[in-house]
């Protein structure tokens, strides 16, 4: 059990079908939230908020959602607001990767990238935004990465649409302030999430999961992490969970790495 104290309040967890953004809904429910979990995957991620539900006996609902449609994304929030009564977090997860030398991104790639990484987002900002101002209170969390640091090649197109969540992370975190709501950004580290899994059966040449994990193991070595080990979903769920409770209310506006250290110098 958590000993952060969520009671009484209530999450949006987009992208939380699986990986990092389940493991928040999750951290949420144990900690006393109603939870609306939302991801494409409607099936699976009305199966994850069952499972949440039945493991931590809290409320959890959950809504089929395509993060790049404005009208999806308002209607969602406001349905879960609704519900609850009330939306005290909301944590923007969604997102996808893609790796190509920069010359081989096509237009509807570059736009699709956008489309969920950072408009995506931004949606849910907003969305979010409107009831949390009303209510003079609310904490929005938002996914970004470590690749806005690191410059890594063939991810030119991923970082970019991250490093504008960041930037508007930035500006709203100032522009809410007055009106009792924070904005802050999280950057995960090597995470073997389902988007790092497409990764190493490219790498791999749809290996054996004892290839998967040794090509893993290779990467995170290259990178020089001081800690010496990769994140697992649950430490990027902590560090949210902190953020979205009263022991981190006085930061806002901030970008926060999980990563063993890995952008120390950055």
């Not at 953004?21 to 939230?33: D, I, P, Q, S, T």
């Not at 090649?153 to 522009?175: M, N």
Request: proline share 3%.
């Amino acid at each position: 059990m958590s000993s952060i104290d969520l009671t009484g309040k209530a999450a949006f967890v987009t992208g939380s079908a699986g990986g990092m953004g389940a493991a928040c809904a999750r951290k949420f429910a144990e900690a006393g939230a109603a939870v609306a979990l939302a991801d494409l995957q409607g099936d699976k991620v009305a199966q994850q908020a069952e499972s949440i539900s039945k493991d931590t006996g809290g409320k959890c609902i959950s809504f089929p959602l395509d993060v790049s449609k404005w009208d999806d994304v308002e209607s969602a929030v406001a349905k879960a607001a609704a519900e609850f009564g009330r939306l005290d977090i909301m944590v923007n997860c969604a997102g996808i990767g893609m790796r190509k030398p920069f010359d081989e991104f096509t237009q509807g790639d570059v736009d699709r990238i956008f489309d969920i990484n950072a408009k995506g987002v931004w949606y849910g900002c907003v969305a979010a935004g409107k009831v949390m101002v009303k209510q003079r209170s609310g904490v929005i969390i938002n996914f970004a990465s470590i690749a806005v640091r690191l410059g890594v090649p063939h991810l030119t197109v991923y970082a970019g649409s991250k490093a504008a969540v960041c930037a508007f992370t930035q500006g709203l975190g100032r522009e809410l302030a007055p009106h009792g709501v924070r904005v802050c950004a999280v950057l995960p580290g090597h995470v073997r999430t389902p988007m790092m899994e497409k990764d190493l059966e490219l790498w791999t040449n749809h290996g054996t999961e004892e290839e998967k994990a040794a090509c893993f193991a290779e990467l995170v070595a290259q990178e020089g992490i001081p800690l010496g080990h990769p994140q697992q979903p649950e430490d990027v769920a902590d560090t949210v969970l902190f953020l979205a409770s009263d022991m981190a209310s006085n930061i806002t506006a901030q970008i926060v790495s999980i990563d063993g250290g890995c952008t120390i110098s950055y």
